[in-house]
């Protein structure tokens, strides 16, 4: 109750007598969204979306390609190791593009865009090199998941945040752009992977996608920047922000849905095969899931201009985890190529509105970095452990039945909690679009 009624006089310009929970959890110097200006468009602002899309481009669109290397490796480098060791590979690189977020995150509100960018992209570039001339497990597991996962999670989070510096009337449809760079690069880049695999050789497909990825950066750089003062920082991982209940269960609803959500991505093309599907179909398959969450990304933001950002998460994660029970009953190469269509629309969605749904709950835009990082932090490890448990689940049941299972039964868990933060953030504001 004192946190609401501080919040109330914050809106009002009053001086609270005792702070909030945002207030103890940042330190001085806030900048409270009433109390300035947002540009919402202007060059350096589409720039900056622009900056943004370029890098989720390289780091969510190659973390969502991984099918097509982890199918490449499982009959050529690694063709010893089973899927659930090679998909640590994969876990641990998404899982730190996350996890670095409470790092980067921080970094950002105290002012070092720009120098993360640049080690970030420089690191990135470096680890694809040194993906290309690898043979070994331990090799891959060290430059693709070690050192990609890195850089990414040093580059990702900041050029997130960056956008709730220029935008707040039309922040959702800004980051649904912003998003749409990881199903480009998830439709894109598969097919080309798939091609350069075969005509040039694996050492420089890779090479070529780091000239890729420097390219990327570069816009980047460039295109993206801050507005708003630095904000000190007094601590990395700041569990205080947990003192908004509201925000805690979004974060613990967000976690649970990252556990299950990726199945049908991470393993679609194996299940194709599985099923009977031709490789090089099976390959454009997760093109076409790619190439669907497209407008999964930019459809639900422009809804949720109107209807609020956590109610329209609500929306895609209920359809996605009821499409996770349904995927087994796929066989046939239509249903497959069908599912896949479908579920790319609805996963789309909870990618490109998650982040507008955490800043709509930071009543201080230089608090947006830290908000971002913590949840990057605890769902870091619900990603990390998500291809590996499904793996494990493959091999009990190859039918893929129990990992389908699985996948539905924590998605609708993480969105009961996600439901939960929705009555919470209605009761304080008293509104129905949240």
């Known amino acids: 109750m004192a946190s609401e009624e501080a919040d109330v006089g914050v809106e009002r310009g009053e001086k609270s007598v005792s702070p909030s929970a945002e207030e103890v959890a940042t330190p001085v110097p806030l900048v409270v969204d009433s109390d300035i200006e947002f540009p919402d468009g202007g060059l350096r602002a589409w720039a900056t979306v622009f900056g943004g899309f370029m890098v989720n481009f390289c780091c969510y669109g190659v973390v969502t390609s991984f099918g097509i290397f982890e199918e490449h490796y499982s009959v050529d480098q690694l063709k010893d190791k089973?899927?659930?060791?090679?998909?640590?590979?994969?876990?641990?690189?998404?899982?730190?593009?996350?996890?670095?977020?409470?790092?980067?995150?921080?970094?950002?509100?105290?002012?070092?865009?720009?120098?993360?960018?640049?080690?970030?992209?420089?690191?990135?570039?470096?680890?694809?090199?040194?993906?290309?001339?690898?043979?070994?497990?331990?090799q891959f597991v060290l430059s693709q998941g070690l050192g990609v996962g890195?850089?990414?999670?040093?580059?990702?989070?900041?050029?997130?945040?960056?956008?709730?510096?220029?935008?707040?009337?039309?922040?959702?449809?800004?980051?649904?752009?912003?998003?749409?760079?990881?199903?480009?690069?998830?439709?894109?880049?598969?097919?080309?992977?798939?091609?350069?695999?075969?005509?040039?050789?694996?050492?420089?497909?890779?090479?070529?996608?780091?000239?890729?990825?420097?390219?990327?950066?570069?816009?980047?750089?460039f295109c993206c920047s801050s507005r708003l003062p630095p904000r000190k920082i007094d601590r990395i991982v700041d569990i205080r922000v947990f003192e908004d209940r509201a925000y805690c269960f979004l974060v613990l609803g967000i976690s649970l849905i990252s556990l299950g959500l990726y199945a049908p991505l991470s393993y679609g093309v194996t299940y194709a095969v599985a099923n009977g599907v031709s490789p090089d179909l099976s390959f454009y398959s997760l093109s076409i899931l790619n190439a669907v969450s497209l407008a999964g990304r930019l459809l639900p933001n422009l809804i949720a201009q109107r209807v609020g950002p956590i109610n329209m998460l609500l929306c895609s994660c209920s359809l996605a985890g009821i499409l996770a029970f349904v995927w087994v009953s796929a066989h046939s190469t239509a249903a497959i190529l069908a599912f896949n269509g479908v579920f790319g629309f609805a996963s789309g969605g909870y990618v490109s509105v998650v982040p507008a749904a955490l800043v709509s709950l930071s009543a201080h835009a230089n608090n947006i970095g830290l908000r971002l990082g913590m949840m990057f932090f605890c769902s870091s490890f619900a990603w990390l452990a998500s291809s590996p448990i499904q793996g494990a689940l493959l091999n009990v049941d190859p039918t893929y039945r129990a990992a389908s299972i699985f996948s539905g039964c924590v998605v609708l868990s993480g969105v009961s909690m996600v439901l939960v933060a929705r009555m919470l953030v209605g009761r304080r504001t008293g509104k129905a679009w949240v």
């Open 150 to 221: 890195l850089a990414m999670g040093i580059v990702f989070s900041p050029c997130i945040s960056t956008i709730g510096h220029h935008f707040k009337k039309y922040k959702i449809v800004a980051f649904g752009i912003y998003a749409a760079g990881a199903s480009i690069g998830g439709t894109v880049l598969p097919i080309a992977m798939r091609r350069l695999f075969d005509e040039v050789g694996f050492p420089w497909a890779v090479r070529t996608l780091a000239f890729l990825v420097l390219f990327c950066m570069t816009c980047a750089f």
């Open 82 to 138: 089973p899927l659930s060791s090679i998909s640590w590979i994969g876990s641990l690189q998404l899982s730190l593009v996350l996890l670095v977020g409470c790092v980067s995150g921080p970094m950002f509100d105290a002012g070092y865009l720009k120098s993360m960018i640049a080690f970030g992209g420089t690191l990135y570039v470096f680890c694809l090199f040194m993906t290309s001339i690898s043979t070994e497990f331990y």
